[in-house]
Structure formats: C-alpha cells, structure tokens
T-cell receptor
Framework: DVKVTQSSRYLVKRTGEKVFLECVQD?????MFWYRQDPGLGLRLIYF???????EKGDIPEGYSVSREKKERFSLILESASTNQTSMYLC????????????FGPGTRLTVL | AQSVTQLGSHVSVSEGALVLLRCNYS??????LFWYVQYPNQGLQLLLK??????LVKGINGFEAEFKKSETSFHLTKPSAHMSDAAEYFC???????????FGAGTRLFVKA
C-alpha cells in the first residue's frame, strides 16, 4: 500500500512565525502536491513538484514556498505565517502517469493565532 | 480551462436509500474523471476513476459513476446507503497529459438511521 505521511496532524503557530510542513511518501512517486482545504472551496493547489528540485506554482502560491531535496520528501514552508493561512493542508503523491491516482496524507490542521 | 461543479454542498439520505451525488465538468479535451472520498479526520482516497473505455465505472464500497459526454456529467451513485458512507465526496478532473487535478468544492453526505 502507498503510504503518505505528514509530520503533524495538528499545529498551532503564531503570526509571523516560520512554519514547516513535511510530507513523505514511500512509493518512489515522481509527482508530489500540496493543497489547502477550506470549507466550501474544496482543494486548492498550492505547489507541486514533478522531480527532485523541480517545483511549479499552483493556483494559490502566495505566502508559501516548497522544497524537494529528496524524491520521497516534499516540504511546504510558510515564511511568515498569517491568520488567513489557518487551514487544513493536504499532501499527495502520484506516479506521474497521465491517468494517475493521487494518494493523500492524513492532513495537517494548522491554526495561526 | 477545466472546472468541476458539484451540485449540493450537503446531501442527506436515509439508510438504505439511493445515494446520488452530482458532478458536472468542463474541459476542452476528453478528461479523466475521479471521485474521491474523505472520511472524518482523514485524507482523501480514491473511490473510482474514468479514463477511457466503458462509461460506467465501478468503484469501492458499492459506488459507481457514469461518464456522460453529452451532459458533461459524472454523477456518483450507490443503490443503498449505509451509515459508514457518511463522508465528504470530491469530484475531480484531470486533463490528459496534464499535471493538475482540479477538485470540486465537495459534497458532504449525511446518512440518517
């Protein structure tokens, strides 16, 4: 079974703090994604990566950056957390085929005070 | 541009009743279509997907969906709801050859005893 793990299930941070969210997949997948999930808005893509050290902006990249130094690990960074970044963050991975399924981690619920 | 519309943010059915969750998409090219389910406090997992071929697709837990090109729809059905089906369901579309899966806003299914 594919396993995607996220470093924290719940996280509380203060405005202005630098926040790191880690995601690890164990299936040698090429593509990895970070989404945020908000009620009524579904999932919105923040960034994705199709290879080590490669990244592409998604639909809402402002205020975020990412890092992919190793194939299995994809990190989301909030340089200076703000209250409007309070959300559920979901990481996903896929093999990279055209019709591929995404495999999701359990999510990190981030609260910024 | 692709988009996904899920009709109804909340759907309530009685146990044993038919489940029908509606999804319409727009895509300039034949899309790949997915339904994902999210149980409370978990990430998303794939229910079923349509790529090519047979337009009626069967998924896990007794769910199925039919791709209707003329109606640009991919509605999800299950003949008899079970309490364990209570969850949030997301319809998604991926343009063939693309990286980005577009998710609908989600439909929360409630099952009444």
């Amino acid at each position: 079974d594919v396993k995607v793990t996220q470093s924290s299930r719940y996280l509380v941070k203060r405005t202005g703090e630098k926040v790191f969210l880690e995601c690890v997949q164990d299936m040698d997948h090429e593509n990895m994604f970070w989404y945020r999930q908000d009620p009524g808005l579904g999932l919105r893509l923040i960034y994705f990566s199709y290879d080590v050290k490669m990244k592409e902006k998604g639909d809402i990249p402002e205020g975020y950056s990412v890092s992919r130094e190793k194939k299995e690990r994809f990190s989301l960074i909030l340089e200076s957390a703000s209250t409007n970044q309070t959300s559920m963050y979901l990481c996903a991975s896929e093999t990279g085929g055209n019709t591929d399924t995404q495999y999701f981690g359990p999510g990190t619920r981030l609260t910024v005070l | 541009a692709q988009s996904v519309t899920q009709l109804g943010s909340h759907v309530s059915v009685s146990e044993g009743a038919l489940v029908l969750l509606r999804c319409n998409y727009s895509s300039s090219v034949p899309p790949y279509l997915f339904w994902y389910v999210q149980y409370p406090n978990q990430g998303l997992q794939l229910l079923l997907k349509y790529t090519t071929g047979a337009t009626l697709v069967k998924g896990i837990n007794g769910f199925e969906a039919e791709f209707k090109k003329s109606e640009t729809s991919f509605h999800l059905t299950k003949p008899s709801a079970h309490m364990s089906d209570a969850a949030e369901y997301f319809c998604a579309v991926l343009k063939g050859g693309g990286f980005k899966t577009i998710f609908g806003a989600g439909t929360r299914l409630f099952v009444k005893a």
